[in-house]
Nanobody
Framework: QVQLVESGGGLVQPGGSLRLSCAAS????????MGWYRQAPGKERDLVAN???????NYADSVKGRFTISRDIAKKTVYLQMNSLKPEDTAVYYC????????????????WGKGTLVTVSS
């Protein structure tokens, strides 16, 4: 069973920065894409950013220009650098691994971490 462990969340003031890390229990190249989602209280879980196995990156419009997703293949880790944080970025951030490569590019299987809380407040 895949394990995804997030870290790096916490309390930060508006305008501040945080870097989230997601450590996987196996090679992140085993998956069609890796990414970050977030869920604010009373809201649905939404995509923040993801990166495909081939390196294509996608961001939610609300974080473009402020957040950067990256990966370290050797460390089996995906990062989310968050700058210029706003109170509306407050949420639980979840790491996601989507689709097993050996099952094909359309494999709908999702794996999730337990989440890390990010609170942006003065």
């Amino acid at each position: 069973q895949v394990q995804l462990v997030e870290s790096g969340g916490g309390l930060v003031q508006p305008g501040g920065s945080l870097r989230l890390s997601c450590a996987a229990s196996e090679s992140i190249f085993s998956f069609n894409a890796m990414g970050w989602y977030r869920q604010a209280p009373g809201k649905e879980r939404d995509l923040v950013a993801n990166i495909t196995r081939g390196g294509i990156i996608n961001y939610a419009d609300s974080v473009k220009g402020r957040f950067t997703i990256s990966r370290d293949i050797a460390k089996k880790t995906v990062y989310l650098q968050m700058n210029s944080l706003k109170p509306e970025d407050t949420a639980v951030y979840y790491c996601n691994a989507r689709g097993r490569v050996y099952r094909g590019s359309n494999d709908p299987t999702n794996y999730w971490g337990k989440g890390t809380l990010v609170t942006v407040s003065s």
